[in-house]
């Protein structure tokens, strides 16, 4: 039986930030450690409310855009605005489940995600640090999304990711699930996908008895989905109705 340990319900007045006791903002284009976070993305993450901001009826909403100033990103003057926040250093989680209620927009070149990181990536660095992958969307397959698994000797083309069904435009639960056997990712309570222990060491090490950080952002460009094709699709609004966390009773 699952007890619910921490959560926000991004409830607060229309326009405001993330409880920052929560939540801290990752901002630039990665530069000077990891230019384009990467993976080659696009955007210029910051903190404005025009990219990240409360609803005012409960959700958090991170909206990428077409940037309209003259911020230099690595590769010139930065194309896209949109926001990422992180838990690193403030709330840690440890195995349980760890879900969110999501909302997508759609559109070639978009990149949302929901996922995790080890805390220990600032000593041990990435792929060590493991990384789970709850939500991951290509804006030009809104019918589609995926789940992944990263570590030590199976990161960037991972054996282990799966792609299911869910209309990304639609709210739905995003779940993982995970022990010291085994992974499992849920969407609407549904199982779609698992990988377990041995599956892993087959590949390297299991990296996954150790405390995470919840990650939010929606990318622009970058490997996964390519670049946009037309900006018609912006401003492009990723909506999370809630982020909990529970432990087994």
């Known amino acids: 039986m699952w007890s619910l340990v921490w959560s926000d319900e991004f409830d607060g007045a229309a326009g405001t930030g993330v409880n920052t006791a929560y939540w801290r903002y990752d901002t630039g284009d990665g530069c000077p450690n990891v230019c384009g976070w990467g993976n080659e993305e696009r955007e210029y993450y910051r903190s404005a409310p025009e990219n990240i901001a409360l609803t005012g009826d409960g959700y958090l ?19 896209y605005t949109s926001a990422k926040i992180t838990t690193h250093d403030k709330v840690a989680v440890l195995a349980g489940r760890v879900e969110a209620r999501i909302k997508l927009a759609r559109g070639q070149g978009l990149w949302p995600a929901f996922w995790m990181l080890g805390e220990n990536i600032d000593r041990a660095g ?10 991951e969307n290509k804006g030009s397959q809104p019918t589609l999304t995926s789940s992944a698994v990263h570590g030590p000797g199976y990161s ?10 869910a209309t990304a435009t639609e ?25 377990s222990r041995g599956q892993v060491q087959a590949y390297g090490a299991w990296v996954f008895d150790q405390a995470f950080f919840i990650v939010l ?8 989905d390519g670049k946009p094709q037309s900006n018609s699709i912006f401003p492009a609004t990723m909506l999370i109705d809630y982020v909990r966390v529970y432990r087994r009773s």
């Open 126 to 135: 990435w792929p060590t640090s493991g990384e789970l992958d709850i939500l």
């Open 171 to 195: 709210f739905h639960v995003y779940a993982v699930e995970w022990d010291t056997q085994s992974i499992r990712y849920y969407v609407d309570n549904t199982l779609h996908y698992t990988v």
């Open 217 to 224: 952002n929606q990318a622009v460009g970058g490997h996964f």
């Open 156 to 165: 960037g083309n991972t054996p282990f990711a799966h792609v299911t069904t």
């Open 61 to 79: 909403a991170i909206v990428a855009r077409v940037a309209t100033d003259s911020v230099a990103c690595y590769y010139g003057r930065c194309e």
